[in-house]
């Protein structure tokens, strides 16, 4: 059972003093007053709220919206800010900063409070007009030549959430040890009503030259293509229209019901295309409008995912790892590229790798999320991982790019419907010539020492046959032939996840159907063995 403290009661005082918001100031005031009197609900909600700060996860600060240092909220928005603003001033860094956001709830005062800051602090701040897709900041910061860019979203999450992302001057997300190191200067900023502000800023759109750039994106000439579309109640739906339109995609039908911004997300449980029911509006819609590709972004639009009908009329939607080697396949098919490096992550399926081998290209693998992706190496042009996310044009936005991969999709599905065929007999084709490529993911659920327990006895003792590599201190690798399993704890909950993948040669197009049928009983296998290991 939770305490209230002396130390917890004068720190809940004193964020409460210093909180600039008279909103989240009386919030946590109130839930102070009531752990004051007793109410176990209030000190346990009070541990909670005073047990930040929040820090870099995968992709940024992220955090409900709620008083607090362990919240998103504007007091902790300026000290990260002034954390950020005093780290570039120690690497002389001095410039524009673009500062952008979604329609989240908070996500307008959060923006304004990061702007106010940036600017007290000297810096050229440039505002993106109205909640954008975070693509649209990754590319704003490069073509303005910033020295660097925040955007206030939490993509994915729940409602309830939010977030603080940083981009660099290069409009490629924090890594090791910059992150650590603005922490440190979050850490010995002032409180946050004492931190100087200024006015917030001059707006700027970049919209037009992004959709100029995503326009040059499709390979083929083909345009015979109907497309539904969801934007998930996101900020990603209006642009991608505009996009599909540029490269001349104009048959596009998208979701009335999630069409608008909404930061309650009212139509799905959780707004993430890889959710169960997510996309079930989407394929009903594809369905009934006779649609040849169904897309979902998320609600920062940085995340895309596909769907395809079937031949008996209904539709399903594509893995990741399904739309990443036909994007990755379908650049380096088209060419033009000198000495190309095409990057996937140790947990996504490597066939993108036997791809490259046949057209010659450079492949590497890297840690999970995006701020290792496109650092894999110089030549990159093209870059994914399993979760959705697509790095289609890493000169102009260096981060994944929802957009810009429904674009690149569309090209691809319509050149392929000229020719008589579907992405999914692209799919056949790739597996007969590189193998039957079957992935999946698993969670299990466990505090950080049970994780940390079972990282070290699989280490310590792998299953017989296996072969193990540690990437990085909290990433195991084991193989055997033709299987892989990669274990590592989540970067936003308490949560093991484990992925696996098993390879099935295919010796030719009869074979393709029982290659599948062995890929998917080793898969099952490997499920139970994996699942039983975790949980022992």
Partial sequence: MATLTPRLRDAALRWAADDPDPTTRTELQRVLAAALVGAEAAVADLVDRMSG??????????????????????????????????????????????????ARHGSAAF??????????????VRILPAPAPTPLLAFAVRELGAVAGVQITASHNPAT?????????????????????????????????????????????????YLDRVARLPRGTARGLRIALTPMHGVGGATAVHALARAGFTDVQVVASQAAPDPDFPTVAFPNPEEPGATDALLALAAARGAHLAVALDPDADRCALGVPLPDGTWRMLTGDETGVLLGDHLLRSGGYADPLVVT????????????????????????????????????????????????????VR?????????????????????????????????????????????????????????DRLRGAPPAGWTTDRPAPDVLVLRRHG??????????????????????????????????????????????????????
């Fill in 53 to 102: 700060p929040l820090t870099f996860g995968t992709a940024g600060l992220r955090g409900p919206v709620r008083a607090g240092p362990a919240g998103m909220n504007v007091a902790v928005v300026r000290r990260a800010s002034a954390g950020l603003a005093a780290w570039l001033r120690d690497r002389g860094e001095v410039g524009i900063v673009v500062v952008g956001r979604d």
């Fill in 111 to 124: 923006a304004t409070a990061t702007a106010e800051v940036l600017a007290g602090a000297g810096f050229a």
């Fill in 161 to 209: 959430d939010n977030g603080y992302k940083v981009y660099l001057a290069d409009g490629a997300q924090l890594v090791p040890p910059d992150d650590i190191e603005i922490e440190g200067r979050i850490a010995a900023a002032p409180a946050a009503v004492s931190i100087p502000t200024a006015g917030a800023g001059l707006r700027v759109d970049v919209t037009e030259p």
């Fill in 345 to 396: 992550t140790v947990v996504s399926s490597s066939m993108l790798g036997a791809i490259a081998a046949a057209y010659g290209a450079r492949y590497t693998e890297t840690l999970t999320g995006f701020k290792w992706i496109v650092r894999g190496g110089p030549g990159l042009v093209y870059g994914y991982e399993e979760a959705l996310g697509y790095c289609v044009d890493p000169d102009a």
């Fill in 399 to 455: 981060d994944k790019d929802g957009i810009a991969a429904a674009v690149l999709a569309a090209d691809l599905a319509a050149t392929l419907r000229a020719e008589g065929r579907t992405l999914l007999d692209r799919l056949d084709e790739l597996a007969i010539a590189h193998g039957v490529h079957r992935t999946e993911g698993l969670a299990f659920r466990l505090e950080p020492a049970a994780r940390d327990a079972v990282l």
């Fill in 483 to 536: 299987e892989r399993v990669v274990v590592r704890p989540s970067g936003t909950e308490p949560k093991l996840k484990v992925y696996l993948q098993v390879v099935e040669p295919v010796p030719g197009p009869a074979a393709l159907a029982g290659a599948r049928t062995r890929a998917a009983d080793r898969l099952a296998a490997l499920r139970t063995c994996y699942t039983h290991l975790v949980s022992a």
